[in-house]
């Protein structure tokens, strides 16, 4: 059976935005592979250019219209469209309605981040013919065998499904994941056009002039913060690959495409200890030509010199932080995630002594933000051996505990803030205030947010005066390659 698997185009404020792999519809499609179907993967982003949308805006990669006419090219006898995240949204709900002219008598089931969450409003709004909730897999793998069996496929039995049933909407939430990871074969990034994702990768924490591939060992998260949706989509367990799964996996991608790095998107990488450990013994054994990194971050918790020196030794570049805030009551009582000032401090100066770039992220404007606890985060930063940062706004997400706080209080109309999620940037709402409460005002908040990330470069740059010149040298960079790409469209137009 011929499958095609798309991601939609998204939104930024950078046309330079760094590009990776898909890994969600690249697991999928290596499942459907061996299971003996036709897999092709189409990821709009890499598949198209940045194109302005207005107000400093860019919509990266094809348009809606585009992917629906790539996807009708490859002929399939079924499509699965990922959406996955809320802010892509918007062009997910428009390629699946032009889908729906295009192949009125060919299946589309979608999956991803937002779907699962949101099953029943993409049921009403999208009318697709199955939702596969969380992990897809096994589940999709399933349904396929059913549907070539024959055209009324039979859903009993299947689990994390949900589906339109006369005139409304049936849904199984997931009860079952996947246990041992090491069943499942590597991504199909071979199905991916690789070379030209590395060509268009670095940032992130990374170096523009880098070439990075990322890597998934492990899904979830013991953690329970309150902003994060990782349970609702991965379930409630953290499993992982076993180091000589990931090990056999990093040389296969070492051997075919030389990355200079290799980002590590795991929500949780460092819980298992001795997993950790094993798997960087076996990077220093095995002799990669890549560094690696953590951007999504790592728990403090999970760190000390022992392990650190050996990250180091198997070639991680840098870490970064999920500190989230430097008041220990917020931390542990709003956020609900453990961790010390102490203990920070402690690991970032293994890491200053170790030579491993430390980054961090901060969250700020949580239910109980006050100017007090604003202010030990920004001091903690300042004083904090960091070589950068990320501070965001908090985003209540469905599927989070902030979210239904957020709700309950009267804090958010649920459905306008929908409507502002479904059709914004990551970056605009990750910088957004979208909800007020009476310790934090929205202004108060926005000018708190620059008031960090001011004083903390002013201490980045006390402290590494060089820092300020490599920012300068790079902001002259990207102004002339805005320059040229404005001449190189002029021409062609």
Known sequence: MRITLATPPFLSQNPHEPLSPPLGIASLGASLESAGHEVSLIDAAIE???VPVGNGIFRMGLAPNELARRILQSLPDLVGLSCPFSTRYHFFHE???ILRDLLPEIPVIVGGIHPTLLPGRILERDQPD???????????????????QGSAVDLSGLDGVAWMQDGKPVIYPRTSWIAELDHLPPPALHLLPVERYLARSGGRWASRFQSVIPVQTSRSCPGRCSFCSVHSVMGPIWRAH?????????AKIDDTWHPDLIAFEDDRITWDRDRMAALCEGMIDHRFGFRWYTPNGVHVTDLDEELLRLMKQSGCQSLNLAIESGDEHLLHSIIGKKGS???????AQVCLDLGIRLNAYFVIGMPGETEVSLEKSIRLAETLPLDGLGVFIATPFPGTRLFRECVGNGWLDEESYMSLLEDGSDS????????ETDTMPEDRLLAGKQEFEKR???SLYRRRPMTRVKHAVRATLDFGSSLLGGVSKRVAE
Do not use: Q
């Open 130 to 148: 199955l939702i596969i909730l969380g992990e897809g897999e096994a589940t999709f793998t399933e349904w396929v065998e059913r549907f070539e």
């Open 48 to 50: 198209g250019h940045p």
């Open 95 to 97: 390629t699946l309605g």
């Open 428 to 435: 605009t709402l990750l910088n957004t205030p979208l909800f």
């Open 341 to 347: 000032e102490r203990k920070t401090r402690e690991v």
């Open 456 to 458: 903390f470069m002013r």
């Open 242 to 250: 076993s180091a000589e799964y990931v090990l056999d996996e990093l």
